[in-house]
Each structure stands twice: as C-alpha cells, then as structure tokens.
C-alpha cells in the first residue's frame, strides 16, 4: 500500500492551495481517508476525514468553513482544498487510510492503518 500526498508549497496569506493524495495497493473506495498536519514542535493533529461510500466528511474546528475534503474513488485520489489560509495552517501535511467498518467520518491519528509521507505547506507574507 503506498499513499503519496502532494500540491505543497509556499502561499500567502489568504491563499489557497489543494493538496492530492494519489493512493495505491488497496480497495481505495473501502477506505476513509484523513488529512493530518503537523507543525514543528507540536503533536500530529487531524484536519478533516471523508468517510468511503457516502462521503461524509468531518472537519477540524480550526479549518471549518476554509478547507474542503473530497474524493475520487474511480482514481483512488483524495483532496484537500485549502483557501483562505493563514500562516498558523503552515505544517506538514499527510493523508492517511483505514478501512471504513462504520461509515462515520472519524480518523483518529493512531487509528490510521496506513500513512503517506507528508507535503510541506508554508504559509507566509
């Protein structure tokens, strides 16, 4: 199983970036798929999570109304549209899977069966 994040890089304030995740190796239509973030100095924190089949999404309290999760089963791709961003959203950003039981939106950072690597995300003036 392989998952590849990618779209990074520097912006500007109130900028707007998407970042792909190109997944490969697994039923990717069975699988949820949670963006995560990671600033340097803090803990790995969950950004949003699209669930399979219905695509329910779920969405961090910090990136409610600027960030958009979606999915394309039929190129086992998932996206993060990022717009309005601000310079606390710079991190490194990674997309994870796990096998969707449930349906419910929830991708809890040590309940992830798989992980890309990350994509840097700079967001500076």
């Known amino acids: 199983v392989q998952l590849q994040a990618s779209g990074g890089g520097s912006v500007q304030p109130g900028g707007s970036l998407r970042l792909s995740c190109a997944a490969s190796?697994?039923?990717?239509?069975?699988?949820?798929i949670g963006w995560f973030r990671q600033a340097p100095g803090k803990e790995r924190v969950g950004v949003s999570c699209?669930?399979?089949?219905?695509?329910?999404?779920n969405y961090g309290d910090s990136v409610k109304g600027r960030f958009t999760i979606s999915r394309n089963d039929a190129q086992n791709t998932a996206y993060l549209q990022m717009n309005s961003l601000k310079p606390e959203d710079t991190a490194v950003y990674y997309c994870?899977?796990?096998?969707?039981?449930?349906?419910?939106?929830?991708?809890?950072?040590?309940?992830?069966?798989?992980w890309g690597k990350g994509t840097q995300v700079t967001v500076s003036s």
């Open positions: 994870a899977a796990v096998f969707d039981y449930s349906g419910v939106p929830s991708c809890p950072p040590n309940g992830m069966g798989y």
């Open positions: 699209i669930s399979s089949a219905e695509g329910r999404t």
């Open positions: 190796g697994l039923a990717f239509d069975s699988y949820k």
